[in-house]
C-alpha cells in the first residue's frame, strides 16, 4: 500500500483520531469507552487499547526503516486501510537540499546585498522528531563539502532544526526549521555574514582576581532561549583571553549568555554563565570565583534494613563556591556498596545534591539526598536508600479467564509525578508466572508497561501511575491480552536498480498506534517486525 502523494502524508496526522474505519472490520464501532479492562469492556467491534476502547483498524501509522548504513532512513505513513496481505511502497529517499551562500559586503546590481556560492566543509546537525509518530525521535549529522554553495543529506521524513556549523570557527552556527515528509526534499537556504557585519564581543575569563584558571576552558554565547549565537570557542589558557563572532542579528538582543565550560572532560572546574551587553565592551574580566581545591568525597548506599546496594550509579550536583554549577563523574558501587566521588566542595550556603541510582530490580529505589562538601575529603553517614515500590498485577489470555504464563514485561518511566525526578532510562524488566501474576519493583513515577507475548498474539501496553507512597505494595487491575490477526506483506522499494527484486531486505516494520495521553499526542508500538531476504514481513495486530 502507498499513498496517493507525499503531500498527503505529512497533512493526514492532523485528521488521525477521527479517521475512517478499516476493512479490518465489517461493523462501525459504538461510542467509545475511555477506561477498560479487557476487550469485553468494549463495543463489539473495539478493542481494549492503553487509551481506552477503539477501532483497532484506525489510527495506524506504520514506520519502515530500509537500511540507515547505505543513508535509506525512516519512512512512515499512516495505513487507512488495513488488509491480510499488506505490501508496503516506499517512496524515494527524503533529504535535506542547502543552499550556502556568504555575504561579500558589496551590492548586487539590483541593489540587494552581494554574496558568493559558500563551498567550505561545514557540520550539519539535524535535530527533530517523525511527524506522524509522536515521540520518535529524529538525528542525523554529517560533514559536508558544499559544491559551489549546494549541498544535499539524506534524513528520515520528519520535522526538523538544521544547524549549519562552518568549520571556520569565526562564524557563528546558524539553523532552520522545517519538514520533510517520504520522497521529498526540504529546501533551506543560508546566509552567512560577512567578515564586516559580525559582532564581536571579546574578553577574559580569571578565577578571582587576576589568577588565572588553570585549566582549559571553553565559551560560547546563547540567546535566552540557551540556542547558540556564536560557535563555542576555546579560552586562551595562558591569558584567559577570548573572541566570539556574533551573527549581526545578535546586535538586536539586549542581553546575551556567556556560558563557560571545561573543555576537557572530566575536569574539576564549575560551568557559569554570565549575562552581558552586546553592544558594550564587557567588564576587564569575568570571575568564575573561588571554586576551592578539588576533593575526594566517599560513602556507603545501603537498603532500608542497613544491607549494601552494589551496582548503584553515584553523582553529585548543584551550586559551588563562586556560584557556578558543578556535575561530578558519575561511578559505581561495589558489592559493599561504597562509592568514592572526584568533586569541588559546595558552597557554603548550599549543599550540592546526591543521586543513588540502585540497578533495575533491586529492593533499593532511586534516592537524592543533600550533601555538604568540605573544602578537605569528606566522609559522607551512610545514604539509606528508598525501598522501590512492589508493583503487582495479574495477565490473562484473551479469554479474560485462562492465566498468561511466561509473558515478558518491560517498565519504562515516560513521565515524572509531583515530586520526584524521572528514573532516568531505567527499565525494569520480568515475567509471568504460572498463575499469569507479575511483580515489579518500581520507583515513583509514570510508567508505560509493555507485555510480549510468546505465543502468536499481539504485544499489549498498559500506562501505570506509581505515587509517592509509604505503601510498600500497589495492586494493578488484571486485564487480559489481545487476540491478534497475521499481516503480511512485502517492503517494496519506489525505485531499485534493473535485475534488482522489488522487496527490500532485512528492513525494519513497525506498525504504531496514534493515541491522546493527558491532552497530548502519544504513540504506542503494536508491532515490530524485520524483512527476510525477499522483503517480506510479518506483523501480528490486535483484533476483535
Given at each position: 500500500?502507498?499513498?496517493?502523494?507525499?503531500?498527503?502524508?505529512?497533512?493526514?496526522?492532523?485528521?488521525?483520531?477521527?479517521?475512517?474505519?478499516?476493512?479490518?472490520?465489517?461493523?462501525?464501532?459504538?461510542?467509545?469507552?475511555?477506561?477498560?479492562?479487557?476487550?469485553?469492556?468494549?463495543?463489539?467491534?473495539?478493542?481494549?487499547?492503553?487509551?481506552?476502547?477503539?477501532?483497532?483498524?484506525?489510527?495506524?501509522?506504520?514506520?519502515?526503516?530500509?537500511?540507515?548504513?547505505?543513508?535509506?532512513?525512516?519512512?512512515?505513513?499512516?495505513?487507512?486501510?488495513?488488509?491480510?496481505e499488506q505490501n508496503l511502497e516506499l517512496f524515494g529517499e527524503a533529504t535535506v537540499r542547502g543552499v550556502t551562500e556568504r555575504a561579500t559586503g558589496g551590492t548586487a546590481p539590483d541593489g540587494s546585498p552581494a554574496t558568493r556560492p559558500y563551498s567550505e566543509t561545514m557540520f550539519v546537525r539535524a535535530v527533530g522528531s517523525s511527524a506522524l509518530v509522536p515521540g520518535v525521535a529524529r538525528y542525523h549529522e554529517a560533514l559536508v563539502t558544499p559544491d559551489n554553495g549546494v549541498w544535499r543529506l539524506p534524513v528520515a521524513a520528519g520535522t526538523y532544526e538544521v544547524m549549519l556549523i562552518p568549520s571556520d570557527p569565526s562564524l557563528p552556527p546558524l539553523p532552520r526549521q522545517g519538514s520533510v515528509g517520504p520522497g521529498q526534499t526540504m529546501h533551506l537556504t543560508w546566509r552567512l555574514p560577512a567578515q564586516a557585519d559580525l559582532v564581536t564581543v571579546s574578553g577574559r575569563i580569571v578565577r578571582q582576581g587576576t589568577t588565572r584558571v588553570d585549566a582549559n576552558l571553553s565559551v560560547q554565547a546563547l540567546d535566552a532561549e540557551l540556542r547558540p549565537l556564536s560557535q563555542r570557542v576555546l579560552v586562551t589558557r595562558a591569558t584567559g583571553d577570548f573572541s566570539l563572532q556574533l551573527a549581526p542579528e545578535a546586535a538586536t538582543e539586549a542581553t546575551v549568555?556567556?556560558?563557560?565550560?571545561?573543555?576537557?572532560?572530566?575536569?574539576?572546574?564549575?560551568?557559569?554563565?554570565?549575562?552581558?551587553?552586546?553592544?558594550?565592551?564587557?567588564?576587564?574580566?569575568?570571575?568564575?570565583?573561588?571554586?576551592?581545591?578539588p576533593v575526594r568525597v566517599s560513602g556507603r548506599a545501603v537498603d532500608s534494613e542497613g544491607n549494601p546496594v552494589a551496582g548503584?550509579?553515584?553523582?553529585?550536583?548543584?551550586?559551588?563556591?563562586?556560584?557556578?554549577?558543578?556535575?561530578?563523574?558519575?561511578?559505581?558501587?561495589?558489592?559493599?556498596?561504597?562509592?568514592?566521588?572526584?568533586?569541588?566542595?559546595?558552597?557554603?550556603?548550599?549543599?550540592?545534591?546526591?543521586?543513588?541510582?540502585?540497578?533495575?530490580?533491586?529492593?533499593?529505589?532511586?534516592?537524592?539526598?543533600?550533601?555538604?562538601?568540605?573544602?578537605?575529603?569528606?566522609?559522607?553517614?551512610?545514604?539509606?536508600?528508598?525501598?522501590?515500590?512492589?508493583?503487582?498485577?495479574?495477565?490473562?489470555?484473551?479469554?479474560?479467564?485462562?492465566?498468561?504464563?511466561?509473558?515478558?514485561?518491560?517498565?519504562?518511566?515516560?513521565?515524572?509525578?509531583?515530586?520526584?525526578?524521572?528514573?532516568?532510562?531505567?527499565?525494569?524488566?520480568?515475567?509471568?508466572?504460572?498463575?499469569?501474576?507479575y511483580v515489579l519493583r518500581l520507583d515513583p513515577a509514570l510508567y508505560r508497561v509493555d507485555f510480549l507475548p510468546t505465543e502468536n498474539l499481539p504485544r499489549v501496553s498498559r500506562f501505570v501511575t506509581v505515587p509517592p507512597s509509604d505503601t510498600v505494595e500497589q495492586q494493578v487491575a488484571a486485564f487480559a491480552l489481545q487476540r491478534g490477526r497475521t499481516l503480511r506483506g512485502h517492503v517494496l522499494a519506489g525505485t531499485r536498480e534493473p535485475h534488482m527484486p522489488p522487496g527490500l531486505p532485512y528492513a525494519s516494520v513497525r506498525f504504531y498506534r496514534v493515541v491522546n495521553v493527558e491532552g497530548r499526542p502519544a504513540s504506542v508500538l503494536l508491532s515490530e517486525s524485520v524483512t527476510d531476504t525477499f522483503g517480506r514481513y510479518t506483523a501480528r495486530l490486535p483484533v476483535r
Open positions: 500500500m502507498k499513498p496517493r502523494s507525499a503531500t498527503r502524508v505529512l497533512a493526514v496526522v492532523a485528521s488521525l483520531v477521527l479517521g475512517p474505519g478499516c476493512a479490518l472490520l465489517d461493523e462501525a464501532p459504538a461510542d467509545s469507552q475511555l477506561v477498560c479492562r479487557s476487550d469485553s469492556d468494549c463495543a463489539a467491534s473495539e478493542v481494549c487499547f492503553i487509551d481506552g476502547c477503539g477501532d483497532p483498524g484506525t489510527d495506524i501509522v506504520v514506520e519502515v526503516t530500509p537500511n540507515p548504513g547505505l543513508g535509506q532512513h525512516a519512512q512512515d505513513f499512516p495505513v487507512d486501510r488495513l488488509r491480510a549568555l556567556l556560558r563557560v565550560t571545561a573543555a576537557d572532560e572530566g575536569t574539576l572546574v564549575p560551568q557559569k554563565t554570565f549575562t552581558v551587553d552586546p553592544h558594550a565592551p564587557l567588564p576587564a574580566s569575568l570571575e568564575l570565583g573561588d571554586f576551592g581545591a548503584a550509579t553515584v553523582s553529585l550536583e548543584g551550586r559551588v563556591g563562586g556560584g557556578g554549577s558543578f556535575r561530578s563523574e558519575v561511578v559505581t558501587t561495589g558489592v559493599d556498596g561504597r562509592f568514592e566521588i572526584a568533586s569541588l566542595p559546595s558552597a557554603t550556603d548550599a549543599p550540592l545534591s546526591l543521586v543513588v541510582m540502585p540497578p533495575a530490580g533491586a529492593a533499593a529505589g532511586l534516592t537524592v539526598g543533600a550533601a555538604a562538601v568540605h573544602v578537605n575529603d569528606t566522609t559522607l553517614p551512610d545514604v539509606v536508600c528508598a525501598t522501590r515500590r512492589l508493583v503487582r498485577g495479574q495477565l490473562r489470555q484473551p479469554d479474560d479467564k485462562s492465566p498468561a504464563a511466561g509473558v515478558r514485561l518491560i517498565a519504562e518511566p515516560v513521565a515524572t509525578v509531583p515530586g520526584r525526578p524521572l528514573p532516568g532510562t531505567q527499565l525494569a524488566e520480568t515475567l509471568t508466572d504460572a498463575n499469569g501474576e
